[in-house]
């Protein structure tokens, strides 16, 4: 359908000291260089690419991985690279991860990884991904406010706290979810109905909880559309119900068929109780997490558009969880909030720069400078700030005999190992995670001892696999690497 010319901005003040609304994108500076405008998002989500990349990368190099995730996504992608069932073995052995998460989108990258089999590529497609996200963020709001505060809140978007810590966060399949959002609301607040829906529909493929985020968004289109496009808002709706049923269909007869188990193993992350107090659980925690996602991000403006609606589900089932770390700011769960509340802004600065209120005016005419402001200022405590440090560009010396030690492990061999070595052998053998290896017997296990917290490596070897032996191959900087040794 046509999509609606915004109208122009009417004079709603003669007080010649309050801002006039944003002069639309075609000005007479606009019209004389189009080109300029149109390949700023480009430009500044190619900046972001570098700088995404370059801490992400510069973390695996520095084997500061803090958790297994990355493992298991490679294990998962290296699978349907190889046109087999989604395995991860440091789930368990042989566990199908569809069991788990459902996240088939990840099949995406099986390609790629074909041609590059490294963990570095799943880090530099997430780099990509979200970088690719600033484009619709920064072109619906230059669309809507103007080139200068179009890039501004660009700026404020790529620099923001919840996509700065997932990148410091390995890879997750969310990076699929972030880019598809931004579309999706770029198209509604150009109000593109069908579009925005259409953007929105791969979302049950990413992640199972995602259909109830489609389902909201969908919910907003019908509200945006009732009165211009009744047929679309019927559409929406039935979008919306599709959300639903995805979630429900998902969680409850999908992921139990791979589940081992036969069932959703996160639901105790709910029914377990937390510290005693149900919903009540961190409250100062979730507080002050919902302080991050309005102030700094938004200066609340954001909460006078119902795009922010969209933000629900996502925290819905975070800040009823018993599992505190969901409740902060840590991790890469903020995410997916990051467009939402920052196309949010945009919608509510469209609509409050029109305001007859001469303070909520001069308020939006000056939000967008300070959000880059002050995403700008945080950035130096957040890990783009790594980007100024010389350390990160070098690959230490622990490092590379570390990775050295692992390379006498050869292709196709089992290993059981914890988080620092993982990374270093998914991508050529099959790995298991320590103490989880369901009784069967590694060739080799890789330890990191750093901290020394197993006095005896071949004693506790021992205890992890009684009928095998295992002794000591080589060790380098605390990483312990035992063979497992032929018995007569």
Known sequence: MPTPTPSAAPNTSADPHIPAPATPPSSETERRRPDAARRDPWLLAAALFVGYAVVSVGRYRHLGQRSWDLGIFEQ??????????????????????????????????????????????????????????AVPVTRAAARLLGRPRGLAIGVAYGLSWGLQQAVDFDFHEICFAVPLIAFSLEALLARRWHAALLWALPLVLVKEDLGMTLAVLALVVALKAKESSPRAARYAIG????????????????IPSFNTAGTYDYWNKVSESGDGGGPFDGLDTKLRTLGWLLIPTTGLLALR?????IALPTLGWRFVSSYSEYWGTDWHYSAVLMPVVTLALVDALDSARHSPRAWL???????????????????????LSALTESEIYRKPARVSAIERLLAEVPDGASVEANIAPISRLTSRCRVFWITNTRGINPDFIALDNSRKRYRDVEAYAKTLHPDALYTVHGTAYGVVLLKRQSQS
């Open 76 to 133: 998962v992608i290296r699978s349907y690279a190889h046109l087999q069932a989604p395995v991860a073995d440091l789930k368990a052995p042989g566990f199908n991860i569809l069991g788990d998460h459902f996240s088939p989108v990840t099949a995406l990258l099986a390609p790629l990884y074909r041609l590059f089999p490294s963990p570095v590529t799943l880090l530099v497609a997430q780099a990509a991904l979200f970088a690719l996200s």
């Open 239 to 254: 979008v919306a119900v599709l959300g639903v049923v995805a979630v429900a269909v998902t969680l409850l007869l999908v």
């Open 305 to 309: 558009s119902p795009i922010l609606l």
């Open 361 to 383: 005016r001069s308020y939006a005419h000056h939000v967008p400078a300070a959000v880059a402001a002050a995403s700008l200022a945080l950035t130096t405590s957040l890990p």
